[in-house]
T-cell receptor, first 112, second 112 residues
Framework: DQQVKQNSPSLSVQEGRISILNCDYT??????FLWYKKYPAEGPTFLIS?????DKNEDGRFTVFLNKSAKHLSLHIVPSQPGDSAVYFC???????????FGKGTRLHILP | EAQVTQNPRYLITVTGKKLTVTCSQN?????MSWYRQDPGLGLRQIYY???????DKGDVPEGYKVSRKEKRNFPLILESPSPNQTSLYFC???????????FGNGTRLTVT
């Protein structure tokens, strides 16, 4: 049973436009959500997070939105840059246990 | 420099030959975890540890063992590796399960 779902395996966006990556979750006990970015031959690196008490968190070009009623979060990247081409993982954790669950990832291609 | 160090980066072995992948962090983190990354399956948690001498199963613990005798080290042990354990493995650490993970650069394991 997949608790964190990233339904788009890949996404292509023109440089300078907005990239929107989506993530859905099924476990209502999750209360902390994170996005990680991964380049080939490297480990994932933390990008941005949001706690369930908020519905938006912004850090420079990156904004994460959380819709708790829909169990959905999204990562917006504006404007998209070539260096943003990577695999993006959504992750979630909850107060009930200490597992950190990742989605399958979305590969983002920024087109020149 | 704050980091998570995994060794080796690449390992080729044969079925049944016990192996250990080491992981060390220098950030005094309480939480450590092992993940495996497989095509189409994303990052799946194998084991995690909240603190010294405390370890718990993740979503795919079968065929793996871990130990946490010291805060900084969290080795992953495969007592009898099988070909279905061929994968890319990541060790990660954080202050707790509700803070961003710092990942190592990965260990690519091939079991023939």
């Amino acid at each position: 049973d997949q608790q964190v779902k990233q339904n788009s395996p890949s996404l292509s966006v023109q440089e300078g436009r907005i990239s929107i990556l989506n993530c859905d979750y099924t476990n209502s006990m999750f209360d902390y959500f994170l996005w990680y970015k991964k380049y080939p031959a490297e480990g994932p690196t933390f990008l941005i997070s949001i706690s369930s008490i908020k519905d938006k968190n912004e850090d420079g070009r990156f904004t994460v939105f959380l819709n708790k009623s829909a169990k959905h979060l999204s990562l917006h990247i504006v404007p998209s840059q070539p260096g943003d081409s990577a695999v993006y993982f959504c992750a979630a954790s909850g107060w009930r246990d200490d597992k950190i669950i990742f989605g399958k990832g979305t590969r983002l291609h920024i087109l020149p | 420099e704050a980091q998570v160090t995994q060794n080796p980066r690449y390992l080729i072995t044969v079925t049944g030959k016990k192996l250990t992948v080491t992981c060390s962090q220098n950030m005094n983190h309480e939480y450590m975890s092992w993940y495996r990354q497989d095509p189409g399956l994303g990052l799946r948690q194998i084991y995690y540890s909240m603190n010294v001498e405390v370890t718990d199963k993740g979503d795919v613990p079968e065929g793996y063992k871990v130990s946490r005798k010291e805060k900084r080290n969290f080795p992953l042990i495969l007592e009898s590796p099988s070909p279905n354990q061929t994968s890319l493995y990541f060790c990660a650490s954080s202050f707790n399960s509700n803070s961003p993970l710092h990942f190592g650069n990965g260990t690519r394991l091939t079991v023939t």
